[in-house]
């Protein structure tokens, strides 16, 4: 008799085991499931001077629904340096790849990120700067004609001897996003976020286009970084592919969603 409730429990006890085995398998596969290997980048979005994150939400809305995670980060807009390291302690916080999207003067911020690949996959420049090591957004600016910028800033003195530098409400549109509609540009006037004017004057660092993949957007209107400027950086900086969008304003990503979209999903391929 007790043999036989050895046996008895014996099989029993094999018999959880098998199942416990059965569970933990299954557990494993819905991790995996939840976690594939292959998953999609999130897109880590760098808007520039003159703007802020809400720039970002005709390109966030349509990332979206193509199932991408997409953050909008806040570019302090004082100095190169310190605002790349504020973009470099937002990285430190999303897992898995990412792909760095920059605006304007977010392209001399993500330039200047240090974090690297594998981290890292991809550099897409929108209407942006894409500086050298030594190099100057501003000098940038002003190295082929066209920009109109300067004409249009009102400085506010800050108490370190520099300078906010806001692009004066009543010609913002004309200069800053002429192919936005007009009541949209004039919110995007008055909700401006000011760059200090050291930060348009710091060299940059070493570019981390020299060893991650980079791809441009180049707005074929802009008046504050010149289409030939912008087609000489894309072109020093190795672009594995650049789109021109014709008549596009500084403002391409707010105007021109879609091709500046198709162009951040075929980097993050």
């Known amino acids: 008799m007790r043999t036989l409730k050895n046996r008895v429990t014996v099989r029993i006890t094999a018999g959880l085991a098998a199942l416990a085995t059965v569970a933990l398998l299954g557990s494993s596969t819905a991790v995996a499931a939840a976690h594939p290997a292959g998953r999609k980048p999130t897109i880590v979005l760098v808007h520039g001077a003159f703007a802020d994150g809400a720039s970002w939400s005709p390109v966030i809305e349509r990332l979206q629904r193509r199932g991408f995670t997409a953050v909008a980060v806040a570019n302090p807009l004082r100095g190169v340096r310190s605002d790349a390291e504020a973009l470099d302690a937002r990285l430190a916080g999303i897992d898995g790849p990412v792909v760095l999207v920059g605006h304007s003067y977010g392209g001399a911020v993500i330039t200047n990120t240090k974090a690297r690949s594998p981290k890292v996959k991809a550099l897409v420049y929108v209407a942006a700067f894409a500086p050298a090591e030594g190099e100057a957004a501003a000098q940038l600016a002003a190295k082929y ?105 500084h403002a391409v990503a707010v105007s021109r969603p879609d091709p500046v979209v198709k162009l951040i999903v075929r980097a993050a391929g």
């Open 145 to 249: 004609p066209g920009s109109t910028l300067g004409e249009t800033l009102a400085p506010v003195p800050l108490s370190d001897g520099s300078n906010d530098l806001y692009i004066k409400p009543e010609l913002f549109r004309q200069q800053f996003a002429a192919d936005v509609p007009a009541r949209q540009a004039t919110l995007m006037a008055i909700t401006q976020r000011p760059i200090r004017d050291a930060a348009l004057n710091e060299a940059s660092g070493k570019p981390a286009w020299a060893s991650i993949p980079s791809w441009f957007v180049l707005a074929g209107a802009d008046k504050n970084i010149p289409l030939q400027g912008q087609k000489f950086m894309a072109d020093r900086a190795g672009s594995r592919a650049t789109v021109t969008v014709k008549g596009a304003s």
